[in-house]
């Protein structure tokens, strides 16, 4: 059986009147003796519409006294609760009278003085500032959000940049140190090719100054045959032994003499080419070492301008 069970104009515990429609379902439960034995003497010789006036009654007997003991609000916001007290008092009446309560929901709550209107609006208006605090909240949390993101790139793009200029500045640095190291092996290589272009040059000034030692002995030796070839043909030729010793003599001495001379001038001559190929190989020793220093010098500025110019 469906009852409406309908509560109109009762007041709340808060003294405001308002009309509550419930909908239950009950039933003689035939399954139970005992309910069926209650059933009978209670409801013997009724008929069904009085069975089911007795239920109704009953429920909106429980209905009214349990909206009397809620508030509005509780009653509105909470139908569950008030749903779950009126079956559950209910129930036990109609128990003991043999009709079991199948179940019982509030269909409908209302009032004249707009009290509920009033309460929906407030609730509306809770939820609009609820949803308006919320969005605001979204939009915060999405602008601190986007804060932070644009934060972190720019701190990402500040290390990458911080990076990058460091890397430029070992580039730079090694670049420096390679052409230092360049420029000192070339100088090195310039200073190692002068070196060898003096010995060398000091080694054919050597070999010249011997050729015109071995040019003056043999010169000399030429000198000496001469002299030997004219005292064979003095002795042939002279035929007077005084004169012809008196000649070989002065002859011998003049050849001395001229022997002496050249041996002279050879020994000079070779004294001072040999100075000239020391002088000549100091002279470009020293040169070489100076331009090898001074471009040494020149690599390290302009290392240290470039280091200076990336720091």
């Known amino acids: 059986m469906t009852l409406n069970v309908v509560s109109p104009k009762v007041f709340t515990n808060q003294g405001v009147a308002i009309s509550v429609t419930g909908v239950a379902q009950v039933k003689v439960d035939a399954s139970h003796e005992q309910m069926l034995r209650s059933a009978c003497e209670q409801f013997l010789g009724k008929s069904t519409a009085e069975i089911e006036n007795v239920a109704l009654e009953t429920l909106e007997g429980h209905q009214r006294a349990i909206m009397g003991t809620m508030s509005v609000e509780e009653i509105y916001k909470d139908r569950q609760k008030f749903s779950n007290q009126v079956f559950d008092v209910a129930k036990t009446d109609l128990i003991n009278m043999g009709v079991s309560v199948v179940s019982y929901v509030i269909k409908d709550i209302s009032d004249e003085q707009g009290y509920l209107l009033a309460l929906g609006m407030a609730r509306t208006a809770e939820v609009k500032r609820d949803a308006s605090i919320g969005e605001a909240e979204a939009m915060r949390d ?106 070989r003599l002065e002859t011998l001495a003049e050849a001395n003499r001229q022997r002496v001379i050249l041996e002279a001038d050879a020994h000079a001559e070779s004294i001072r080419l040999k100075g000239e190929a020391e002088a000549f190989a100091i002279e470009a020793k020293a040169k070489a070492e100076a331009e090898q220093m001074a471009k040494k010098a020149d690599a390290w500025k302009d290392y240290q301008d470039a280091a200076d110019r990336k720091s």
Do not use: H, W
Request: aromatic share 4%.
């Open 142 to 247: 999405s602008g601190i959000k986007a804060a932070k993101a644009d934060q972190a790139k720019l701190a990402s793009k500040f290390i990458n940049d911080t990076e990058v200029a460091k890397s430029q500045r070992n580039l730079q640095l090694k670049k420096a140190a390679f052409d230092k190291e360049v420029n000192t092996r070339k100088a090195e290589s310039e200073l190692a090719y002068q070196l060898q272009a003096a010995k060398t040059k000091q080694q054919i000034k050597e070999e010249e100054m011997e050729i015109k030692v071995v040019e003056r002995k043999q010169q000399i030796n030429v000198q000496e045959q001469e002299i030997m070839r004219r005292e064979k043909e003095l002795e042939a030729q002279v035929k007077r032994p005084a004169q012809a010793e008196k000649f």
